[in-house]
């Protein structure tokens, strides 16, 4: 029972693991990013249609991360270039990705006799749950670390090569000085804008590739609107709880994950309200931002500059 | 002087121009350095130093004029071709990463592949000892004195394999005794045939480090001199194109009478550490108390408390023989007392940045106004009275002041505290930043309302404008009174002890 549970909790946190990296790699170089909702939206909506007609998991996939990528390019266009403010850019394109998704999605359910929009059985297995023979059969450990579906393995890949990026690389440094101070990296003769672009693009593709796996496996291959519904949320403020390290996402989207799915594997006999479940990773969220509000120590807190733009020319 | 003929030109500047908009920033301005020497760039504010040093390393492209480096046309189009080139500029605000060690901040954005942080070290480390500078790799930026942060950015600059360098204003952060510390390096560097340019204010240390001076004035270039050919006087002259006299009044006033005290006051910063610890001293009307200390000793918690606007821990503030503590910062202003702080980043306080002068009177006046509604007329005759009578230049009384220069700006703060009438004035930075003509142009505000009688608390940071404008002067460090001394009878090296923590009576015993 509690090794399913824990199970669960994997799956259903991989998406918000995906959001918050996405968002990590916006942060770190400066550009508090609102528009996670959106970017996963479009993502899902991407990586699902891809699915349905060509029945190919990892061009599905590719599609949902170039969807992220593509939004994430006018997010980048609008903050980056001309300048526009970071929230309300962002907030624009949750409100345009999650119309945009919904839209092509009841434009594509029209088409259809059934009325529903379901994956293939064959594209259901590429994405099934991997199995390596000896491993996935070991007793628990085989249970609990190799027969997840490849998002998951996906995921965690991503985050342990952004430590790695921004702890020893030195364009991750680099980044990093970005995020911090922007007039410092490019007096240091970083390519400022060039590397906000890129680390921009990438985190909004991952944020797709997030997005994707809402319908595709949390809803089980079933179209639905409104699919990702409020997990790019959770994933900003999951980037508080994850203080801006990426190896911490991974533990706490898990824990989030597991806070999502607790209402399923809570015995009956306990009288709490379902409700009161899915309040859950709301309050804890709020409590999560209230006290890393109170205890500010540096190096763990948000990039010095994000939110703001840079304009070289400023004084 | 025959030595610096023999060496070969860094840099030449062949009638560079450029314009902002409709404004001409650099017309036709000619410069030449040399390695091994130590040029200075004296120029009022507004006469395009900074422009020309930022086109030098690659912020700006000039719009017109040839660069040369070692002789060789150059295309400096961004601060890594600058680089490439071996120029290096320190500018007045560090661009340094504060989570960052110095080691971090001084590779970044190099062009190396990844190196062992162990080499790294001892590179620096040579560096270091090659030009005397004194810095620890591992030590994070935040955790550094304001001299430390220079170091590393000179580091920064030297590690990149600069032998060109530039520095705006390197002193105007730093104590007498770092500033010889810094010029002792910069000579060393010349020494080894570096070519540096030097933008400072002050020109007694324009007298005292540099080979030859070159002058801007209007965006044009003037003229340049060897230093041991000329004085402060026509240094100035040729500066403001006009004659002036170098000597701040120090007008004495009749009656004195205290009108603040200050007892044992002790207040906390945000975070817990001590701020000012057990201050005490006294203001009388008609006198200027200067304060002198570096950078963050508890100048603005000081100015902050008198003014209402920080809790006090221990201690009482009299004014006029009335406990001032719990009033609020309204009171405080109904009862005559007047601050005009001017933190780093000039804005901040004081005056809001997206509004236009008529506005920020309004800031002031507008609870006073009788109804709901807010009458701009008076306020708006007000800024245009202030803008003729302080010589203020702004295109419109409309016009955020964020768009106006330096000096203009402290003008309108300055100008808007005064009218209010007040009987103590705190002023802290007034010239921060202001050019010759300005400066002395707020000199004579002060002392003018010194004249009637206005007490006035002057946090200043130039010793030498101290010593001659303050009647008495108080030296914080670390948030305590090292010594409250006669300005007329104390010299700057005396302050500059005081200011890292020795006694008046130790300092002054020696004597």
Redesign the interface.
């Known amino acids: 029972m509690f090794l399913k549970f824990i199970v669960a909790a994997i799956v259903s946190g991989t998406p918000l693991l995906f959001g918050t990296l996405g968002e990590i790699a916006h942060e770190k170089c400066g550009h508090l990013n609102l528009g996670v909702e959106g970017m996963m939206s479009i993502g899902a909506c991407a990586g699902f249609m891809t699915g349905y007609y060509t029945d190919r998991f990892w061009i599905a996939i590719l599609a949902a991360f170039a969807a992220g990528v593509l939004s994430a390019l006018v997010y980048a266009f609008l903050t980056v270039t001309l300048m526009a403010n970071q929230n309300v850019t962002g907030l624009t394109m949750t409100i345009f990705g999650i119309g945009l998704s919904n839209f092509i999605g009841v434009t594509v359910l029209a088409t259809t006799s059934s009325g529903t929009l379901k994956l293939s059985e064959h594209i259901m297995a590429q994405m099934g749950n991997i199995h390596i023979p000896v491993l996935s059969d070991l007793p628990v450990v085989g249970q609990l670390l190799f027969s997840y579906d490849p998002f998951v393995y996906v995921g965690v890949a991503i985050a342990l090569a952004m430590g790695f990026y921004y702890n020893h690389t030195k364009v991750g440094l680099n980044v990093q000085a970005i995020g911090e101070n922007p007039a410092a990296a490019d007096a240091a003769g970083i390519r400022v804008t060039k590397l906000k672009y890129l680390n921009i693009m990438i985190g909004g593709g991952i944020c797709g590739i997030g997005g994707a796996y809402c319908p595709m496996i949390i809803n089980g291959g079933k179209w639905i609107s409104d699919s990702v519904d409020g997990l790019g949320w959770i994933a900003v403020a999951l980037v508080i709880f994850a203080m801006w390290s990426p190896n911490r996402a991974i533990f706490g989207s898990f824990v989030f994950g597991a806070l999502r799915v607790l209402k399923f594997y809570v015995p009956k006999s306990v009288p709490v309200p379902a409700a009161i479940y899915d309040m859950l990773p709301f309050v804890i969220t709020a409590l999560v931002l209230i006290l890393t509000s109170m205890g500010k120590s540096m190096g763990k807190s948000q990039p010095a500059a994000c939110g703001l733009n840079y304009f070289r020319e400023e004084r | 002087m025959e030595k610096t003929q023999e060496n070969s030109c860094a840099i030449q500047c062949q009638g560079i121009r450029k314009v902002f908009g409709t404004v001409v920033a650099n017309d036709n301005i000619d410069l030449e350095v040399r390695y091994g020497e130590i040029l200075a760039l004296l120029g009022e504010n507004g006469s395009g130093k900074t422009t020309l040093m930022n086109m030098l390393?690659g912020?700006?492209h000039p719009d017109e004029g040839r660069i040369l480096i070692d002789g060789q046309q150059v295309d400096i189009s961004?601060?890594?071709d600058a680089?490439r080139l071996g120029i290096g500029?320190i500018?007045q605000h560090?661009?340094?990463?504060?989570?960052?060690s110095a080691m971090?901040?001084i590779?970044?954005?190099?062009e190396e592949?990844?190196i062992k942080p162990k080499i790294l070290r001892q590179k620096i480390l040579d560096i270091s000892h090659q030009f005397g500078l004194e810095v620890d790799p591992d030590k994070k930026i935040?955790q550094m004195s304001v001299s430390e942060k220079q170091t590393v950015e000179i580091l920064?600059v030297l590690y990149r394999g600069a032998r060109i360098l530039i520095l705006d204003e390197p002193t105007a952060v730093l104590t007498p005794q770092e500033t010889e510390k810094l010029f002792a390096i910069l000579r060393s560097m010349r020494e080894q045939g570096a070519a540096i340019i030097i933008i400072s204010h002050k020109l007694h240390e324009v007298m005292d480090i540099s080979d030859r001076v070159t002058i801007l004035r209007k965006g044009k270039s003037i003229e340049t001199v060897n230093t041991a050919e000329t004085n402060e006087k026509a240094l100035t002259e040729k500066m403001v194109g006009r004659p002036v006299t170098l000597e701040i009044e120090r007008p004495q006033t009749e009656k004195h009478e205290r009108i603040l005290d200050v007892y044992h006051l002790t207040v906390e910063r945000e975070d817990g550490t001590t701020a000012l610890d057990d201050v005490s001293f006294t203001i009388n009307t008609g006198e200027i108390l200067g304060v002198a200390g570096v950078a963050g000793s508890g100048q603005k918690e000081l100015c902050e408390s008198i003014a209402g606007l920080m809790p006090v821990k221990e201690g009482a503030i009299l004014h006029k023989k009335q406990d001032i503590i719990r009033k609020t910062p309204s009171e405080i202003i109904e009862l005559g007392i007047s601050m005009s702080f001017v933190p780093e980043d000039r804005l901040g306080m004081g005056l809001v940045a997206s509004m236009g002068m008529t506005d920020n009177m309004l800031l002031k006046t507008y609870h006073r106004g009788k109804g709901p509604f807010i009458d701009r007329k008076p306020n708006r005759e007000l800024a245009e009275r202030l803008v003729k009578e302080l010589e203020i230049v702004t295109p419109d009384v409309e016009t955020p002041v964020r768009l106006m220069s330096g000096g203009n700006v402290q003008k309108v703060l300055l100008g808007r505290e005064i009218e209010s009438d007040p009987n103590l004035l705190i002023t802290a930075y007034p010239v921060r930043g202001l050019d010759i003509n300005s400066s002395y142009l707020i000199y004579d505000l002060l002392n003018e309302q010194k004249k009637k009688q206005v007490a006035i608390l002057f946090i200043g940071e130039d010793l030498d404008v101290l010593l001659e404008l303050s009647d008495r002067i108080m030296v914080l460090c670390h948030g305590q009174i090292t010594g409250i001394v006669d300005a007329k009878e104390v010299t700057k090296e005396q302050i500059g002890l005081m200011m890292t923590g020795s006694r008046a009576e130790e300092v002054l015993g020696n004597e």
């Open positions: 390393s912020i700006y961004c601060p890594t680089m500029m500018h560090f661009k340094l990463v504060d989570v960052f971090d901040n590779v970044l954005g190099t592949k990844k935040r920064k």
